[in-house]
């Protein structure tokens, strides 16, 4: 039912009064009606209330007292001519001036009655719609969270639930191009990630593991610092690159502390360098990598000219304010210098493949990029060097003048890190040894050097069983040598020469990194490539009969081994015929 009361003429309305109740008497003593007016809102009809645009009805106190207006206690009669009007009401005029009311029912016919709700209505219409939208969630879970970056998406990746909220999902690929995925917190840094992956993929040795940052599609590749937190250099990649994290062993890290002068060679270490106290150039480098500093190194660099394909020998100049080049051959006149780059705002990176995406004149090929911004191809300052020596001083060089003293506490901390993380797993704890040579029917082993000794022996005696039944006189003429050596980590099957090469490069240039292959050019013999002085050479390994039985040798028949493995344990503890001794395999990591 809606009322609307109008004032009489001279009576004015205010909005700031409360609502009017309205009640209609029907008593004898009034002709036409009555209405009267209280101020108690729990009536039932509020006049106004049913008008949400207008304003609330009320009456002034000046025009209280007028004409046709009496008042009894609270309640307010009003005489003379007044308009009520109710819902669905049709009204008609008397003639002798009164107005006539004809009331429709308040009850519908219908069985179901159905009552309006009162609405808030707010006069600014911008507020509903922010009020809807704070009620829509502005993060939506994510079904696919391995299809997009955490650190780029706004999306909430939820189908795996971390343990805490500040958590990111981190992809990293082994070297057998699968990946995995873990959660990481916001600070983590490229030791503690390697750290979790090795517990992860239960890796038994837990040293020497780094994260490479690969950018496949321009051939760029460079290995993380152990301080440096991997999600900040994550946010500098392209959306649309294929850049990826590859979890991989590399063992040259900071092999410059251990042979300086091997890394820093003489002819490279600038006239300019502090030599007056009699100090040999050894004695300089140790002194310069323990303060956590570097020589200034000098020497000619081939350089890729912009937006051509040409390069030009340019004589480069790297010091502790950044990296200049000689305008006029090597003079280091300050008006011929000219400033290339600053050493805190770039990173090195090495150029894999880099005469066929470049043409360049060699394969000694490094570049230097801004690191906060993204790879691209118009930022890169590609160089070359002319040897692989040339090239990984520059690199150091690079690294120890932006990072410092950094790189020597990560030196330290690396060299301590296999004690921290020494530990078996809990099902190794629950394995001891046991001696069943006695007559008692077997005995724990208490001593741990004992125990040690034993396993040693247990598994030479294996392989020498094995090694003995597979060199035994067979009828098949084609009959293989063994093939355990198939199932050790340093054989890598049918890679060729150049991958090879490439495998011991990535994993780090140290003398004694090698790694065993198929050979592809002489049937059923094997090839031994070791590094060696920053070089990777190659020995072939062939089959070699001797008394109807068949062993391997690499020096012509002198000495002689039953299989691979045996091979290679010598070699770990005798140089032989090698200029250095068997030390890190090469091996590939499976995630």
Same mark, same amino acid.
Request: charged share 25%; with cysteine.
């Given at each position: 039912? %809606?009322?609307?009361?109008?004032?009489?003429?001279?009576?004015?309305? !205010?909005?700031s009064?409360?609502?009017l109740?309205?009640?209609?008497? !029907?008593?004898?003593?009034?002709?036409?009606?009555?209405?009267?007016?209280t101020?108690?809102?729990?009536?039932?009809?509020?006049l106004?209330?049913?008008?949400?645009?207008?304003?609330?009805?009320?009456?002034?106190?000046?025009?209280?007292?007028?004409?046709?207006?009496?008042?009894?206690?609270?309640?307010?009669?009003?005489?003379?001519?007044?308009?009520?009007?109710?819902?669905?009401?049709?009204r008609?005029d008397?003639?002798?001036?009164?107005?006539?009311?004809?009331?429709a029912?308040?009850v519908?016919?219908?069985?179901?009655?159905?009552?309006?709700?009162?609405?808030?209505?707010?006069?600014?219409?911008?507020?509903?719609?922010?009020?809807?939208?704070?009620?829509?969630?502005?993060?939506?879970p994510?079904?696919?969270?391995?299809?997009?970056?955490?650190?780029?998406?706004?999306?909430?990746?939820?189908?795996?639930?971390?343990?805490?909220?500040?958590?990111?999902?981190?992809?990293?690929?082994?070297?057998?191009?699968?990946?995995?995925?873990?959660?990481?917190?916001?600070?983590?840094?490229?030791?503690?990630?390697?750290?979790?992956?090795?517990?992860?993929?239960?890796?038994?040795?837990?040293?020497?593991?780094?994260?490479?940052?690969?950018?496949?599609?321009?051939?760029?590749?460079r290995c993380?610092?152990?301080?440096?937190?991997?999600l900040?250099?994550?946010?500098?990649?392209?959306l649309?690159? %294929?850049?990826?994290?590859?979890?991989?062993?590399?063992?040259?890290?900071?092999?410059?502390?251990?042979?300086?002068?091997?890394?820093f060679?003489e002819?490279?270490?600038?006239?300019?360098?502090?030599?007056?106290?009699g100090?040999?150039?050894s004695?300089?480098?140790?002194?310069?990598?323990?303060?956590?500093?570097?020589?200034?190194?000098?020497g000619?660099?081939?350089?890729?000219?912009?937006?051509?394909?040409?390069?030009?020998?340019v004589?480069?100049?790297?010091?502790?304010?950044?990296?200049?080049?000689?305008t006029?051959?090597?003079s280091?006149e300050?008006?011929?210098l000219?400033?290339?780059?600053?050493?805190?705002?770039?990173?090195?990176?090495?150029?894999?493949?880099?005469?066929?995406?470049?043409?360049?004149?060699?394969?000694?090929?490094f570049?230097?990029?801004?690191?906060r911004?993204?790879?691209?191809?118009?930022d890169?300052?590609i160089?070359?060097?002319?040897?692989?020596?040339?090239?990984?001083?520059w690199t150091?060089?690079?690294r120890l003048?932006?990072?410092?003293?950094?790189?020597?506490?990560?030196?330290?901390l690396?060299?301590?890190?296999?004690?921290?993380?020494?530990?078996?797993?809990?099902?190794?704890?629950?394995?001891v040894?046991?001696?069943?040579?006695?007559?008692?029917?077997?005995?724990v082993?208490q001593?741990?050097t004992?125990?040690?000794?034993?396993?040693?022996?247990?598994?030479?005696?294996?392989?020498?069983?094995?090694?003995?039944? !597979?060199?035994?006189?067979?009828l098949?003429?084609?009959?293989?040598?063994?093939?355990?050596?198939r199932?050790?980590?340093?054989?890598?099957?049918?890679?060729?020469?150049?991958?090879?090469?490439?495998?011991?490069?990535?994993?780090?240039?140290?003398?004694?990194?090698?790694?065993?292959?198929?050979?592809?050019?002489?049937?059923?013999?094997?090839?031994?490539s070791?590094?060696?002085?920053?070089?990777?050479?190659?020995?072939?390994?062939?089959?070699?009969?001797?008394?109807?039985?068949k062993?391997?040798?690499?020096?012509?028949?002198?000495?002689?081994?039953?299989d691979?493995?045996?091979?290679?344990?010598?070699?770990q503890?005798?140089?032989?015929?090698?200029?250095?001794?068997?030390?890190?395999?090469?091996?590939?990591v499976?995630?």
């Amino acid at each position: 039912m %809606d009322r609307r009361w109008s004032p009489p003429e001279g009576e004015r309305v !205010c909005d700031s009064a409360p609502p009017l109740s309205v009640h209609t008497h !029907c008593c004898s003593d009034t002709a036409a009606g009555s209405i009267s007016l209280t101020s108690r809102s729990s009536t039932t009809h509020s006049l106004g209330s049913s008008s949400p645009a207008g304003p609330t009805p009320c009456v002034s106190a000046e025009s209280r007292r007028g004409p046709g207006t009496s008042f009894t206690g609270n309640m307010m009669e009003v005489a003379g001519p007044w308009t009520e009007v109710f819902g669905g009401s049709e009204r008609t005029d008397v003639s002798d001036g009164a107005e006539a009311l004809t009331l429709a029912p308040l009850v519908d016919d219908s069985p179901s009655v159905r009552r309006s709700q009162p609405i808030l209505i707010t006069s600014n219409r911008g507020k509903r719609v922010e009020s809807f939208s704070s009620s829509v969630p502005s993060i939506i879970p994510n079904p696919f969270p391995e299809l997009c970056s955490p650190s780029k998406s706004p999306t909430l990746i939820s189908s795996l639930p971390p343990t805490s909220s500040a958590k990111h999902l981190l992809k990293v690929y082994g070297e057998d191009r699968h990946s995995r995925s873990v959660w990481v917190s916001p600070g983590a840094t490229a030791r503690e990630v390697c750290h979790t992956l090795v517990q992860t993929a239960h890796c038994s040795d837990q040293e020497n593991w780094a994260l490479l940052e690969l950018h496949p599609t321009l051939g760029l590749e460079r290995c993380l610092e152990d301080h440096e937190v991997v999600l900040e250099v994550q946010a500098t990649w392209s959306l649309k690159g %294929d850049t990826r994290l590859v979890f991989c062993k590399n063992y040259a890290k900071y092999e410059f502390f251990r042979k300086p002068v091997l890394f820093f060679p003489e002819s490279m270490i600038s006239d300019s360098a502090d030599v007056s106290k009699g100090m040999t150039s050894s004695e300089l480098i140790q002194n310069l990598l323990r303060s956590g500093t570097c020589p200034e190194i000098q020497g000619f660099l081939q350089v890729k000219e912009s937006s051509r394909k040409s390069w030009k020998k340019v004589y480069f100049f790297l010091r502790r304010s950044g990296l200049y080049c000689s305008t006029k051959g090597s003079s280091k006149e300050p008006r011929h210098l000219q400033y290339v780059a600053d050493l805190e705002d770039l990173n090195v990176y090495t150029v894999v493949n880099s005469r066929k995406l470049y043409g360049a004149p060699a394969d000694f090929t490094f570049c230097i990029k801004p690191s906060r911004n993204p790879v691209r191809a118009q930022d890169l300052k590609i160089l070359c060097a002319e040897s692989e020596q040339t090239r990984t001083c520059w690199t150091s060089a690079f690294r120890l003048f932006k990072y410092g003293k950094q790189l020597q506490c990560n030196y330290q901390l690396s060299k301590s890190s296999p004690r921290i993380l020494e530990g078996k797993s809990k099902s190794e704890d629950s394995l001891v040894a046991m001696d069943f040579s006695g007559k008692t029917g077997g005995r724990v082993i208490q001593n741990p050097t004992e125990a040690e000794n034993a396993e040693r022996e247990e598994g030479q005696a294996w392989r020498r069983r094995e090694a003995l039944r !597979c060199s035994l006189p067979n009828l098949n003429p084609g009959a293989r040598p063994s093939s355990i050596h198939r199932s050790q980590p340093w054989f890598h099957g049918g890679v060729s020469r150049k991958e090879a090469q490439r495998l011991i490069e990535k994993q780090g240039l140290v003398d004694g990194m090698f790694l065993v292959r198929d050979s592809q050019q002489h049937a059923q013999c094997f090839v031994l490539s070791l590094c060696f002085q920053l070089k990777t050479k190659h020995y072939l390994m062939i089959p070699f009969e001797d008394g109807g039985r068949k062993y391997f040798t690499m020096d012509d028949g002198l000495t002689l081994f039953i299989d691979l493995l045996q091979l290679v344990e010598f070699h770990q503890i005798n140089r032989g015929i090698l200029p250095v001794c068997l030390k890190h395999p090469c091996v590939c990591v499976a995630l």
